[in-house]
């Protein structure tokens, strides 16, 4: 057991037998306790980790960007920057100690992590509607153009003017689907008609909050066309950014197209999704597929592929200048050869839309190729911990990206692990100097893919359940059969292709690469068509999903016998993993949308067409694999003269019109109206919650606990933040408390 959770002797190799005596040895070092005391002990081991703080710092810095988007209220600039002012202060004026020195430097990096969230908000700032407008005429520039799987496009405007909407009113940036396919290209000056919305909130407490995420992005609108969209002669000159920005995004829409008209259907949609980035083409149930065998990663361009793009490279330019002995004598080629995967990286990334998560993977391998350069190990935590800390400066926001999380749990978990494997191998090295057969390379090559893809999927697990409430149960073997596909097929045929794509020859390359886009195709439906190949959990608690993470990177992270303490944690946060207590109601949409938990702990639901979107993301949260339509199909409610019932823990639900409220008003339970409640209703001795409360509030999340209601809301949970700004976010009138 102990080997399983990576905790082996020192010198790397002994029998079971001989780990289990070095750690009672290593225990009875407890005795020391008595006779030193516990903080000698705990400098003692500190100072034996001392090349491993540099590696908590991120970690530091990133637990102050989480805290300072925990608050309940938007701070001032100056309360967001004086504590890191302080510490400053405090971290120079103190006495080198160990246990001083750690403290100060870890409160220091969380404060200073806390201020660059607040001062990346400022930086971002846009206005944002805050209700629905339209249709309202829209002129700007296109910044992006998405296809959508179906008919109709996806536009990103730079809004110039707005109809009814002043300078510092009107959103900086505007996202709308068009219901008609366009032949727009990033910077056309643009004229449309559309109905805008707020950026969506949260469908439920907790939940994604979708208008945080367009904040940072200084988008402030999200909606439809309505009529054509035209271009436009615009007072003033485009941006110079935007020309720039316009002029790559022209190139990578003119590689799709040459893309799609060798691969047509969703070979060459995928193909051009690994290409350039763009997943828009990819039908739903390409996606879920992929999703459910574990394999989606492939189709999002992230480390996975800046590695085999830039390795290619890296390896290519190296063996073509090893081939000259003038040169590989003389200069160092492997320098030259990173020097070069780091250009061709940065142009893989410009290609590929520099979305964040390949911006993230083109930090990291810069970083793996730049420790080259300097006769530094590549693999290493240190170049992983500079990588997150270096992102999380320029984008504090991305702590809260799932995307963010699960990348960097991968790769710590895995260059953690390769540290450990790689220690094994120099020590068995020393005392066994046989080479490798090619039989064991090639069982070395599978195990290798075998364990990767246990280990990245043990990492990214807890984020899995805690964001999508979602596991895939074969995703080693799907990675087994896809991963060398996409190394040796996919992703070469795609470079091949880019380099021919100038001279016109790409059409052999891509055809290459649509056998091997087949191949996964065909992997990813074989293992998502298989029995019980997703695994559904409910939402976990926080606290649980915390633990685990504080507990992998304490045992990811430490390298001496203690690490072996942050199994506990991650032991504590699956037991409190199921504690969660799910709500028995949600209210949403306008009152609209209820769903009450029955005896058999399922969703029953009352809504209508247009709650689908909702009422999915409830079940999705609920760990319920129905679809919205079955949910409403099993009904709970009674429904007669335009009143409808259901009980609930032994407590009465109304729904009810507003013109047949009177009699409800008096009675207790929980009464939802669809429209305006009467003041009657307000001494009600129930819960009363209407179409103002939901608009005001969001989503309401009511639990019964004996004859007890606690009412939870979006507005609560979100607070009183510059993408958020609704008054208290607390609802009144909760029974019971």
Not at 116 to 136: I, M, S
Not at 279 to 307: C, D, K, P, W
Not at 400 to 405: A, E
């Amino acid at each position: 057991m102990l080997r399983v959770l990576g905790y082996c002797p020192r010198d790397g190799v002994g029998t079971m037998a001989e780990v289990v005596r070095a750690e009672a040895d290593a225990f009875a070092g407890a005795a020391d306790l008595g006779r030193r005391g516990l903080l000698a002990v705990l400098t003692d081991t500190l100072e034996a980790e001392h090349d491993r703080w540099f590696l908590w710092l991120p970690v530091a810095f990133g637990a102050g960007i989480a805290a300072y988007f925990a608050l309940p209220r938007e701070p001032s600039l100056v309360t967001a920057l004086l504590p890191a002012a302080a510490l400053l202060a405090l971290r120079v004026g103190l006495a080198r100690h160990t246990l001083a020195v750690l403290a100060t430097t870890a409160l220091l990096a969380a404060a200073l992590g806390f201020g660059a969230a607040k001062l990346r908000t400022e930086y971002v700032r846009a206005p944002a509607l805050h209700e629905r407008v339209g249709p309202v005429a829209v002129y700007g520039f296109v910044e992006l153009v998405e296809p959508r799987a179906g008919k109709g496009q996806r536009l990103t405007l730079r809004v110039t003017a707005m109809e009814n909407h002043e300078a510092g009113m009107r959103p900086h940036r505007v996202r709308v689907r068009t219901l008609t396919d366009t032949d727009l290209k990033p910077g056309d000056a643009v004229q449309l008609r559309a109905v805008l919305n707020p950026p969506p909130e949260p469908a439920l407490p907790g939940g994604y909050d979708f208008a945080r995420t367009a904040w940072f992005a200084s988008l402030g609108g999200v909606g439809y066309t309505v009529g054509p969209v035209t271009r436009a002669v615009l007072a003033g000159e485009v941006p110079l950014a935007l020309r720039i920005s316009a002029a790559i995004a022209r190139v990578r829409q003119e590689i799709g197209r040459r893309v799609l008209e060798v691969l047509p259907g969703q070979t060459g949609a995928i193909a051009n999704a690994l290409i350039t980035g763009e997943r828009g083409g990819i039908a739903e149930e390409t996606n879920q597929a992929f999703r459910a065998s574990g394999l989606f990663h492939i189709l999002s361009i992230s480390g996975l592929h800046m590695v085999i793009m830039a390795g290619a490279v890296f390896l290519l330019v190296r063996l073509l200048l090893a081939a000259v002995p003038a040169i590989a004598l003389r200069y160092p080629v492997k320098k030259w050869a990173a020097a070069a995967a780091m250009v061709g990286a940065l142009a893989y990334l410009m290609i590929s839309g520099a979305a964040s998560a390949t911006v993230r993977s083109y930090i990291m391998i810069s970083i793996m190729f730049l420790a080259v350069l300097l006769d530094r190990p590549a693999i290493e935590l240190r170049n992983v911990a500079l990588a997150a800390l270096l992102i999380l400066v320029l984008w504090p926001e991305s702590l809260l990206d799932p995307g963010f999380q699960m990348s960097f749990a991968a790769v710590v978990g895995l260059v953690s692990v390769y540290e450990w494997l790689r220690r094994r191998r120099e020590s068995r090295r020393e005392h066994d100097g046989s080479r490798r057969g090619m039989v064991r390379t090639a069982a070395l090559f599978l195990g290798g893919i075998v364990t990767s893809t246990l280990v990245a999927s043990l990492a990214v697990a807890p984020f899995g359940v805690y964001h999508f409430q979602n596991t895939q149960q074969f995703a080693i073997l799907a990675n087994l059969l896809a991963i060398p596909i996409c190394n040796f097929i996919v992703m070469p045929a795609a470079l091949g292709a880019l380099v021919a794509m100038p001279l016109g020859l790409e059409g052999a390359p891509l055809l290459i690469m649509g056998w091997g886009i087949s191949a996964m195709v065909w992997c990813a439906e074989r293992v998502a068509a298989l029995p019980g190949a997703v695994g559904r959990m409910p939402s976990m608690p926080t606290i649980a999903f915390a633990l685990m993470v504080c507990g992998g990177l304490w045992w990811a992270l430490w390298s001496q016998r203690w690490r072996v303490l942050g199994v506990v944690a991650i032991a504590a946060g699956l037991m409190l993993a199921p504690a969660a207590r799910r709500p028995d109601v949600l209210v949403g949409r306008g009152g609209e949308l209820v769903a009450v938990r029955g005896e058999d702990s399922k969703l029953s639901a009352m809504g209508s067409r247009k709650t689908r979107f909702e009422l999915t993301r409830w079940l999705e949260a609920d760990a319920d694999a129905r679809d919205a339509g079955e949910a409403m199909r099993a009904q709970a409610f009674h429904c007669a003269a335009g009143r409808c019932v259901a009980t609930v823990n032994g407590v009465q639900l109304t729904v009810t019109k507003p013109a047949m409220q009177d009699v409800a008003c008096t009675q207790p339970g929980i009464l939802i109206v669809t429209g305006e409640k009467p003041e009657a209703c307000v001494s009600s001795p129930g819960v009363v919650i209407d179409a103002r409360d939901i608009a005001k509030y969001g989503t309401h999340a009511l639990t019964i606990e004996t004859g007890r209601i606690r009412r939870e809301t979006v507005a609560e949970g979100r607070g009183v933040r510059p993408w958020f700004s609704r008054a208290t976010g607390k609802a009144d009138g909760d029974q019971g408390e």
